[in-house]
């Protein structure tokens, strides 16, 4: 052995013992780091994607994950910017406040979670880009209203689903039936022949509840459809498939409160993400928000009481979860090409952010269309709700279009009552007659029923002529007509028996149904006069510019008739409505000249009579007429 080899092998000796002593010394670090370091996680990120080419660069995502809230965080990018990370009480939580530069590019950037130096998550986070779009909803338009779980069951697979709670039972009425959307993107072609010309469904998000978890409004996921209905990808889809026929779609949203199992309740970002607890309930009266002499206690346990003790009401008034909602609006119309929004509880929420919610979307979308459920008892409560009313004093609620409450209040009771000098035919008439109130009462969402209320077959006694006067009204009056499902053939509820019986399911709608209502011959002889009747106005409507953008002149009902026009500059339509419960009527028409005098005959579009001479018309005893008038 050589004195070389020799040293060699001390040293070597020597190299073997220091890295012992090393992997001792990294394996005590490690420990020691695995004692005193913390877990990182992010289960969730939300909006889950956005995009590029919007007015306002802004945006704020939602980082949620054990202890993420404890790291920096970094985003290496020319185009994206991270103006600031927020942080709640919540370690759990954070709120990247970033900047998305006009020279962004769609892709992904990613954004880096520090601990001591140290990158603890990575999260890749994609921009897409804003498509341009040009369409909203209107007086032109005819709504189909569909509660997706009672409509038409397109996949029996999906009925239950493993990860949700309530499992299906067709037989409770107030269960889940198994409707979804490819069940109603199997009817689109029947809507369309029918005349519908819009699409609204109750809200289609996760609703992970154990029980009354069909009707949609107590959401627990803002960003995923719920898996019993179907998918994001399906509910885009549907819109794909409305567009493609020339129909559009509107989304159920809900500000006020989420379902009492969304995933927010079991680890609130802030003590301030709710208001009060469910023991402090809402009073429902939406009023108080219009009203100049109401108390804030009043005001107060209206906006801030909560709804039912199912849905925790929100509190808009954290910027972080006002942030929240109007994103995740804008993220639903771009995501899946909205036509409208239809706001649940519109006066529920805090008015002001429902203003500035408007606000931003239409900064960003100017031509959708956004509808507020105003349950209220008068028309000035309803007309303060849209934007730029004479009722609506300094508030600018930024809103499109209201629901006619008042309306549907004159119309269910006009053809029950006798005409006084208030009521009956003159407790509709006095409803137009206060049209001064809105900034545009065409854009009104008018309708004889919806899910909350009872079926109109219902209120008028299950009396055809009586309902034929009401669906005539409703699609020859100023308003944007609205029909709940089933309606064209008469489906009928009451909702004093509980919702299920308001909500049935439409005969035909699962392929076990024994009668198929969807067809001529699956429908009995009611249900097909109602149909034709219904789909004969509807359809001829559509191509009617005097009834669906024209303006509204009346005349003072008189001995049980009413006579109203819609009318354009070159073109009028006179309805007539004779509410006498047993006698006919011969109307004498020089009182009406200020219209017809520009008309020579005219053709009844029901019966396709023609009418010769506008001297005197016939009218049965409880029924109405609908006259396209000629030159
Ligand atoms: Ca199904």
């Given at each position: 052995?050589s004195t070389e080899t020799k ?43 956005w995009f590029t080419g919007m ?439 009451l909702e004093s028996m509980g ?133």
């Open positions: 052995m040293v060699s092998i001390a040293s070597k000796e020597t190299t073997a013992k220091m890295k012992i002593k090393n992997i001792i010394f990294i394996t005590l670090l490690f420990l020691a780091n695995s004692i005193f370091a913390q877990d990182f996680d992010i289960n969730r990120v939300e909006p889950p994607n007015k306002n660069s802004e945006l704020q995502i939602m980082v949620y994950g054990k202890n993420i809230g404890n790291t920096m965080v970094e985003i290496k990018s020319e185009d994206i910017k991270l103006i600031k990370a927020n942080k709640t009480e919540n370690p759990n939580y954070l709120f990247l406040d970033i900047e998305i530069l006009p020279s962004a590019k769609p892709g992904i950037f990613q954004i880096n979670f520090i601990d001591k130096y140290r990158i603890v998550k990575k999260y890749q986070y994609e921009l897409k880009e804003k498509t341009d779009r040009k369409r909203g909803f209107s007086s032109e338009d005819l709504i189909y209203l569909i509660m997706p779980d009672r409509f038409a069951n397109g996949i029996w697979e999906n009925d239950s689903n493993k990860l949700m709670l309530e499992k299906p039972n067709r037989k409770n009425p107030n269960g889940r039936h198994g409707g979804d959307i490819q069940g109603v993107i199997n009817k689109l072609d029947y809507l369309k022949q029918s005349g519908f010309t819009a699409l609204w469904l109750n809200p289609v998000l996760e609703n992970n509840m154990p029980e009354y978890s069909y009707h949609g409004y107590a959401i627990t996921d803002f960003y995923n459809v719920d898996p019993r209905h179907g998918s994001n990808q399906d509910y885009k889809r549907l819109s794909d498939e409305c567009h493609k026929r020339d129909m559009k779609i509107i989304m159920d949203m809900i500000f006020n409160h989420c379902g009492s199992n969304h995933w927010w309740l079991k680890d609130l970002p802030s003590k301030d993400w709710l208001n009060n607890d469910s023991k402090f309930n809402t009073n429902y009266r939406g009023e108080v928000i219009a009203d100049p002499n109401a108390s804030q206690y009043d005001i107060n346990k209206m906006n801030a009481g909560w709804f039912v003790a199912t849905m925790p009401d929100l509190n808009q008034h954290n910027p972080f979860l006002a942030k929240y909602l109007i994103q995740n609006s804008i993220w639903w119309i771009q995501f899946a090409d909205l036509d409208g929004i239809r706001m649940d509880t519109q006066a529920y929420p805090f008015k002001d952010f429902m203003s500035d919610w408007a606000k931003a979307v239409h900064n960003e979308y100017p031509d959708i269309t956004l509808l507020g459920e105003t349950w209220l008892q008068a028309p000035a409560f309803c007309a303060y709700f849209q934007s730029k009313s004479p009722a609506a004093g300094n508030y600018d609620s930024n809103l499109n279009s209201v629901t006619d409450f008042p309306l549907y209040y004159a119309l269910n009771a006009a053809f029950n009552e006798t005409d006084t000098w208030t009521n009956g035919l003159l407790g509709l008439y006095y409803v137009f007659a206060q049209d001064f109130l809105y900034a545009d009462a065409n854009q009104n969402v008018i309708f004889l029923d919806n899910h909350d209320l009872n079926r109109y077959f219902t209120s008028v006694g299950e009396n055809i002529n009586k309902y034929k006067m009401g669906m005539a009204v409703l699609l020859t009056s100023r308003g944007i007509p609205c029909l709940y499902y089933g309606s064209e053939i008469a489906q009928d509820g919702h299920g019986y308001i909500r049935q399911d439409f005969p035909g709608g699962w392929q076990t149904d024994s009668l198929n209502a969807f067809n001529y011959n699956g429908r009995n002889q009611k249900q097909n006069e109602i149909y034709s009747f219904v789909t004969k106005i509807a359809n001829w409507r559509k191509t009617n510019k005097a009834v669906t953008t024209g303006k509204f002149l009346h005349f003072i009902p008189e001995n049980n008739v009413y006579v109203y026009f819609r009318y354009s500059s070159n073109s009028a339509v006179m309805v007539i409505l004779n509410n006498s419960e047993d006698e006919k009527r011969t109307v004498e028409l020089n009182r009406f000249n200020e219209i017809l005098k520009d008309y020579n005959s005219g053709t009844e579009i029901i019966s396709d009579k023609k009418i010769n001479k506008l001297d005197k018309i016939n009218i049965d005893k409880k029924s109405v007429m609908i006259i396209e008038l000629s030159k």
